[in-house]
């Protein structure tokens, strides 16, 4: 409910404009508004266990009705020896390592199915580790659009727009958008890069501490323009999900998949 609540806070926020006067800045900005729930959609809180390994293949004991999708990223984890209160030695947890990532490939009706990237190759993945996406906020960098059209309009508000719409679901924590656009700009980085080169993305995800990163697109085909967002792991640089809706300029947009992989949207 909390999240509903916040998404009709972010469309208001987005679309204070009416969308038909408003400028293409305003129009992004409205469309991403019908995205984000779908975004935050693909990071439920999930925890479970490692079933098996077998190579860089991971079998995990979740599946579709635990929250899992194609194209999600767990964190895969240790947990090691209990730690107490320093005066009544009450258990108060259990020190954990974090071994590396799964990203989700399949999903089966009783388990799924990931390539499993691991921070250091001598600790490898076992069955009854841990897996879990975080409870915690996720924090993400938004990137300065990537406008494939012949509009040449100004584009440079957009990112915060998308960050704060980000920030207003409560599920994502977004580095400033002009502090990404230093680190870009410093590293002589053009956001499209990601998609091409995906040690970059990984290299200058450390300094901000990220997750992930969000890369908006503009574009267009047969006279239309589409918003084309697209989440890049901080940990890889794989591009593991994407999103896409017509601009709208009225109450209308027409979604549909940019991956061959991902399911189309259902009216």
Known sequence: MRFRTALLAVAWLLTAASPVAA????????????MVQDIGDAFPPIEGLVAGVQGDQIFIALAGKDGIQVGQELTIFRKGEVFRHPLSRRPMGRHEEVLGHAQVQRVYPDFTEAVYVAADARTPARAEDGVRITRGRIRVAVTPVVDLTSLRADLRRVPFMLALGLEQTRRFQAVDSSVVQDQLLNSQ??????????????????????????????MERRGAQYLDVTWISAATGRALFSRRLSLIRGLEAAGEPRFPWEPRLQD
């Not at 995906?198 to 290299?203: C, D, G, N």
């Open 23 to 34: 400028g293409l800045a305003d129009q992004i900005g409205a469309t991403f508004g019908l």
């Open 189 to 218: 980085t053009r956001p499209e890069q990601f998609f091409m080169e995906p040690e970059r993305a990984v290299t200058l995800a450390r300094p901000l501490e990220i997750s992930g990163w969000l890369v908006p697109v503009l």
